[in-house]
């Protein structure tokens, strides 16, 4: 965590465009107090190094009097010195806060510049917040997972480890999808329906059918399974994939009954009430999972809810696959993304936290959730190991996520850590912690209304 983060919090984080704001910077520790001595010009302190402390008196008057100049920068505004932005006189409160107004503009970075009148203007903190236009403010950032396994297939643990993990890393919400069935997403959900561990869960699944088709494709919170209902109707669902593909336009040479195949899948997820997602066309199972015409045809017509444009395995598919995403948007389609990490477990960890999503949205149900990313309000956001984030995604919401990424996760994984932490120790038996965490579950969601004004 940088430095300025841990000894400040910016209240609140965002901003509207447009309209006067009252911003208040609180100091985390007596160190970082705007009315302490410890902002007193080194040669007044050279006067104290007879004495650990300052006669009482002295403190009291440089209290008294201390005052700051404050100077906003806007990031996307025409470079020029910080002391050529426009600036506002600031004095102490009783709390050793700092508060003050001003009308941000645009929808952009501002960093925030404190500087000491006391020391001849030199630089306290340079903090950050972010002015939001209309529509995206009091939207909350909320991280998830749509593609993850358990033991129930091919992953190593049991879900309720899982998802503790998930909420250790910072985790809002995730969705349980193992291969071929939905009974394990089921489990879990009934398991943890009274634990109050902050991470929103969700029915999902990993669909493998028709056969013998390899296709991949996930059912995000649907009422009941596709690959169930396949199986149970195999007979009467060949069938009707075979008049589908009779049906279908000439699509130029395509696999008429793969698209239908596909298709099918999508649709018969949607009738389950679930999001349907197009899954990692780029990964590599000897070729890639999907021709590049198919999936070419399959954004063209929208055929599924949204594509999970990080969930390949390996930095190859992954780039596979936003390189085809940035041609299609060149193209004007409109594609709805997520980005998964496919995860196969967690400890040690085997693709966890490397690809996850950010969505803007008013809460994280169902309906919220999917809503945003329907509606463009989402990023895909990649991280390995010993590297930088990554965001995919509009421009606009970039912008903002890698702001949220540096400003507000760090002290927001601190708080869900715990109640990662204590989650699992709940589950491998210590029924003490379910105590803590009723004492605690409330902290992460008040920082979020702090840091996003809601």
């Known amino acids: 965590m940088k430095k300025q983060i841990a000894d400040y919090e910016v209240r ?27 902002h007193v010009h080194d040669a007044r302190r050279d006067r104290w190094k007879k004495s650990p402390f300052p006669p009482e008196q002295e403190v009291f008057e440089w209290n008294k009097t201390a005052e700051y100049r404050i100077y906003f920068l ?22 050793g806060s700092l508060a003050f107004e001003y009308t941000f503009r645009g929808e952009q970075e501002y960093k925030i510049v404190i500087t000491d009148l006391r020391n001849d203007g030199e630089e306290v903190a340079r903090l950050s917040l972010f002015s939001l236009l209309p529509d995206l403010y009091g939207r909350r950032a909320w991280r998830g997972d749509l593609h993850v396994h358990s033991f129930y297939s091919d992953g190593r643990e049991d879900p309720m480890i899982v998802a503790a993990n998930y909420r250790k890393e910072g985790f809002d919400f995730m969705a349980l999808t193992d291969h071929h069935k939905m009974f394990p997403s089921r489990i879990l959900l009934e398991d943890c329906k009274d634990i109050p561990f902050g991470l929103a869960m969700f029915t999902g699944e990993e669909v493998h059918v028709p056969y013998p088709m ?26 009707e994939i075979a008049r589908m593909a009779e049906e279908l336009d000439n699509p130029g040479g395509l696999d008429a009954l793969q698209l239908a195949q596909r298709i099918w899948v999508a649709r018969q997820i949607k009738k389950t009430g679930g999001m349907s997602i197009l899954a ?3 990964w590599i199972c000897d070729s890639y999972n999907m021709p590049d015409d198919v999936t070419d045809y399959l954004f063209g017509h929208e055929v599924y809810d949204a594509f999970e444009l990080l969930g390949g395995q390996s930095v190859h598919e992954n780039n596979m696959q936003t390189a085809f995403y940035n041609d299609q ?19 040690p960890p085997e693709y966890f936290t490397w690809s996850s999503t950010l969505v803007f949205s008013g809460d994280n149900s169902f309906e919220g959730l999917t809503g945003a990313i329907k509606d463009l309000y989402s990023v895909a956001v990649e991280k390995y190991p ?6 995919h995604g509009p421009y606009r919401y970039v912008k903002y996520a890698r702001y949220l990424l540096e400003s507000y996760f760090p002290r927001y994984d601190e708080l869900c850590r715990e109640q990662g932490r204590l989650m699992k120790e709940y589950v491998c038996g210590d029924e003490g912690a379910l105590e803590m965490l009723q004492l605690i579950r409330s902290r992460t969601d008040e920082f979020a209304a702090r840091f996003f004004h809601l």
Request: hydrophobic share 30%; with cysteine; aromatic share 6%.
């Open 12 to 38: 609140p984080g965002v901003v509207p465009s447009g309209e006067k704001a009252r911003v208040q910077i609180i100091p985390r520790g007596r160190h970082a107090r705007f009315d302490d001595q410890i």
């Open 74 to 95: 806007p990031m996307q505004e025409m470079p020029g010195f910080v002391k050529n932005c426009d600036s506002v006189l600031a004095s102490p409160c009783d709390d």
């Open 214 to 239: 390899y296709i991949h494709a996930i059912n995000f919170g649907g009422a009941s399974s596709v690959n169930e209902f396949y199986e149970e109707h195999r007979e009467e669902c060949d069938a």
């Open 280 to 282: 990692h066309p780029h």
């Open 329 to 347: 948007r060149a193209m004007g389609r409109r594609i709805p993304i997520v980005g998964s990490s496919d995860s196969h477990g967690t400890e």
């Open 386 to 391: 010993n590297e930088e984030y990554r965001v």
